[in-house]
Structure formats: C-alpha cells, structure tokens
C-alpha cells in the first residue's frame, strides 16, 4: 500500500480564499476611490492615504514585533484598516490626525485584543471616533473645494441640510464627487464599482450595504423633511456623507458584524437606522461612523439570538420537542 | 415629552457607564458572562428605580422640611442601605422565587455607586419624586444595555489570542472606552426637539 491514509477532524471541504486574497480583494475595489480621491483633492489626499496606511502598517508591524508575535502585515488588513481611515478624513487634516489614528486603530482597537479576528469595533472607525473626538476642529472643519484645492469655509451638504438648508449639489454633482466631503466618501460611482466588484466576487454579502442604505433611503424619505411625512429626499441621503463608503466597505467587516445572512440584514438595518438617527436629530451631521460602530457592539447579541434553523427543523412546537428530545 | 427626555438621556445620551462613569465596579466584575450580567440587570433595575423612589421622598419629606440638604450623602447612603436590606428580608419572605433570581446580586447593588449616583443627581435636578423614580429606571436601563452589550463582547475574549498583561481588567477597560467611544455620537440627541 503507497498511500497513506489520513485521519484528521472536520472540515474536510477547503476553499482556496485565504484571509490575504480576500484582504487583497478589498484593497483592490477601493483603488478606484482612492485614486478619485487624488484627483478630486490634488496632493493633500494623497499624502493623507500615504501617511495613514504607512502608519497603519509599522504600528502593526512595530506592535507584533514588541509583543514577539509572527508579524502578519503582510495579510493587507492593515492597509485596509490605513486607507479607510484616510478615506473618512477631510482633506485638509494637518497629516499628524491620520498617523495618529492609524495608530489608535491599529493597536487600542484591534491588536491589544489579539490581532485580526479578535476586534470588536470596526478598527478605522475606532481611529476616526477617537480623532474625531481629539481634534474635533480640524476633523469636521477642514474641508477643500473639490478639483479648485481651495480651503473652504462652507460647510459639507450634510452641514447645509443639519442647518436646515436645501441648498446642494445636484444629482450629477453628488454621482463624480464634485462636493466637499471626506477624501473617499464623495466618488460615488467609483465606490459603487468597488462595491459591485466585492459582491460578484461574493467577498461582502448583499443583505448589510442594502439593509443599510435601504433603511437610510426609507427613513429620510418619511422623516426627512421637517413638519411633513413621506417627502424627504431619500436619494441624497444615501449619496450624502460616508452612506456608501461605510455601507459597501466598513459595515461588511467579517470580524465585526455577524455571521448569519439575517444577522447581517439586522445589522444593516440597524447601523441605518442610528444613522438616520443621529443626522436627523443629532449632534452631528452624520452618524454613518456611530451607527456601524453602535452595531458593532450588537453583533456578539445578534449572533448569539440569530441563529439559522436546524435542518429539518419546523415551526411545529410539538415537532421541535420531540426532535429536541432525540438530539 | 418629559419621560421620553428622560428615558432617551439615561439609556443613550447620559448613558451611566459609558457618559458619567457610574456604577463601574459591578460593570465590570459581572459582565464576564451572559448569565450574571441578566441577573446583576435585573437587580440593579428594580433596586435603582425604587431606591430612586425612596430617595427623593426622603429628601422632600424629611431633609428639605428640616434643611438638613448639607447631609444629603450620608443620609442618601443610610436609607439606600437600609433599603436594599429591607428588600431583601422583604422578597425572602414573600417571593422567594424572585429572592432567588436575584441571588448575590441584590446585597451586592448597596455597593454601586450608580444606585447613590442617581439618587445626588435627582436631587440636584430637584426631580422630585415621580420623575427622579423615572430617572432611576432610566439610568437602571441604560446601565443594563451596557452591560449585557459588554457582556456579549467579553465572552468572545475566552476564545481570542489577547496579551498576557492586559488579559483581565486592563483589557475591559480600554474595551469599556472603545463603547464609550461608539456612544459618544447619541450626544446632544435631540436636543434641538426637547428643549
């Protein structure tokens, strides 16, 4: 007998995606966005998406080699974790705001926990909450005009409407990125394409980013307009802000949102719903950072109480004690 | 429009843990599980909101009328005390069930400091009765989400590879900042509508 017969436990069926090609495929769809980033902003977002990924990088790095642990920057989670950031970031920020988050990110966020898997809130929304939360000038007042780079004091569409103004860019204008907003929240065609790639690709899952903008889009339309029902402007809501960036990019974070299909549905929903929240009758303009972060902390409850059906299990409760009884 | 002002600022906006940093110590020594953290929720509930209730009559009937405010703490840490004991013997006799459920937890809430917390805060806000017994429900609520949301978090760390030196409380630390963090977007919710 030439072979060997191997026993080993479960399970036996591999898949050839590994965590670097998914990570890689992630990096990947928000190429488009970052580069939109770079030609819409000029310089300032570019050195801001270097300066926050190389940050990103060495402190992961830095921290595995001081805790002696095998050093993984080579899975890519790091640069996703670097650029997102950077994408949620105006692009007037003095380069120290993203090299300390990256930093905060990285190593408060997800490392002191165990590294990647082990996290429990999205790591580059815990950088932009904490920075957002230190330097709250410069994080939510450093806006440039797109493709001109001139500073601008006016406030981002978000702002104009948490005001009680109507006056934003159109339809047009809000599809290219052609308004003040974050680096990479504003190319919206761009990120849909990222997006697109990461659901044929089957990397993110269909039920968060629609659960998400669908219940923004909904809600804005009943709620949005104050003194009357059903005449908000729901589109302009999901294509205002970080709606699609953190939709498509951030609430589909595998480590932090849940494992079922309908986990995920709730998720979505839930993260739109405390967004819609907060940017109708919050403190901020918008909440797409604290209603992923608020799921965040949910997704441990919603795993645990979402749990998909036995198979061959029925509604019957007389069926389910008997089937109970023979397990 | 009250009670929902209220019901909203315990539970999101002035969430007892995460925003006045209350009640700590039970915060973090029972969230270790789902199960002591149902049961220390369920205590902390019905002793805050009723230790509330005592408080503020306490403080309308007998502290104001005799302008004793300056003893306010002392007394406060007396009577809550006191009426934690009290409903303890209380439920052993008559819902023993109950008694039961609760277990260690209830003589453990005379050492939450959210129990005292809410009671100064009512009387500071001079709520009076009715609504400082609404203010303790909500702070008891609030104080319950963040718990079981932390509880949810911290049984998953059986299972991660975490640092030896931070394993432990320094971890649910700068986990409980973390959800604080994520909290910090409720602030000045509504309060546009309610003011």
Redesign the interface.
């Known amino acids: 007998m030439g072979e060997k017969l191997i026993v080993t436990p479960s399970p036996h069926i591999k898949s050839p995606r590994t965590v670097k090609g998914v990570m890689l495929g992630v990096v990947i769809s928000l190429l488009p966005a970052c580069v939109g980033a770079v030609v819409l902003f000029g310089m300032n977002a570019l050195l801001i998406l270097i300066t926050s990924v190389v940050s990103a990088v060495v402190a992961e790095a830095l921290w595995q080699r001081a805790?002696k642990q095998e050093i993984t920057v080579g899975d890519f989670s790091a640069v996703i974790t670097g650029l997102l950031l950077a994408m949620t970031l105006p692009p007037g920020v003095p380069l120290y705001v993203p090299a300390v988050g990256s930093v905060f990110a990285i190593v408060?966020?997800k490392q002191?926990?165990?590294?990647l898997?082990?996290n429990?809130?999205n790591p580059a929304l815990?950088g932009r909450?904490?920075v957002l939360?230190a330097w709250p000038m410069s994080v939510a007042g450093a806006w440039l005009n797109p493709l001109t780079h001139d500073a601008v004091s006016s406030p981002t569409p978000l702002a104009v409407l948490k005001g009680g103004g109507t006056n934003i860019p159109g339809l047009w204008d809000l599809l290219i990125g052609n308004r003040t907003g974050s680096l990479g929240e504003t190319s919206i065609i761009l990120l849909l394409l990222g997006g697109l790639f990461l659901l044929v690709t089957k990397i993110i899952d269909w039920r968060t980013p629609v659960g998400f903008l669908g219940t923004l889009f909904v809600g804005t339309w009943i709620f949005g307009k104050p003194g009357a029902l059903f005449q908000g402007d729901g589109l302009s809501a999901i294509l205002l802000g970080g709606a699609v960036l953190g939709a498509f990019f951030m609430a589909t974070d595998y480590v932090t949102s849940p494992v079922t299909p309908k986990g995920r549905l709730i998720f979505g929903i839930g993260a739109g719903l405390?967004t819609l929240?907060?940017r109708l009758?919050?403190?901020?303009p918008e909440?797409v950072?604290?209603?992923i972060?608020?799921m965040?902390?949910?997704?441990?409850?919603i795993d645990?109480f979402v749990v998909p059906k036995y198979y061959g299990y029925e509604h019957d409760a007389r069926a389910r004690k008997s089937a109970e009884g023979k397990r | 429009m009250k009670f929902i002002s209220i019901m909203l600022g315990g539970i999101l906006i002035q969430n007892f843990v995460f925003m006045q940093y209350l009640g700590l110590c039970p915060f973090l020594g029972l969230s270790e599980q789902?199960d002591t953290a149902l049961g220390m929720s369920g205590a902390v509930i019905f002793v805050m909101t009723f230790a509330s209730t005592v408080a503020a009559a306490f403080e309308q009937f007998i502290l104001v009328p005799l302008h004793l405010e300056y003893m306010r703490t002392i007394a406060y840490i007396l009577v809550i005390a006191g009426f934690v004991q009290l409903v303890e013997i209380f439920l052993k006799k008559t819902v023993p069930s109950l008694y039961k459920a609760l277990g260690i937890y209830l003589p453990l809430i005379t050492t939450n400091c959210a129990v005292l917390g809410v009671a100064l805060l009512n009387a500071r806000q001079s709520y009076g009765v009715l609504w400082g017994t609404v203010n303790g429900l909500a702070g008891a609520l609030g104080w319950s989400v963040a718990i079981?949301?932390f509880a949810?978090?911290r049984?998953?760390?059986k299972f991660?590879?975490?640092?030896g030196t931070?394993k432990g409380f320094p971890?649910a630390l700068?986990?409980t900042s973390?959800?604080a963090?994520?909290?910090?977007?409720?602030?000045?919710?509504?309060?546009?509508?309610l003011k």
């Open positions: 805790t408060i966020a002191i926990f165990g590294g898997g082990s429990f809130v815990a909450a904490f939360a405390v929240l907060i009758w919050g403190g901020y909440g950072t604290y209603g972060l608020f965040n902390l949910m997704t441990p409850i645990r | 789902m079981i949301i949810g978090i049984e998953r760390w991660m590879n975490i640092p931070l971890l700068v986990a973390l959800m963090l994520s909290f910090q977007g409720f602030s000045r919710l509504f309060a546009s509508v």
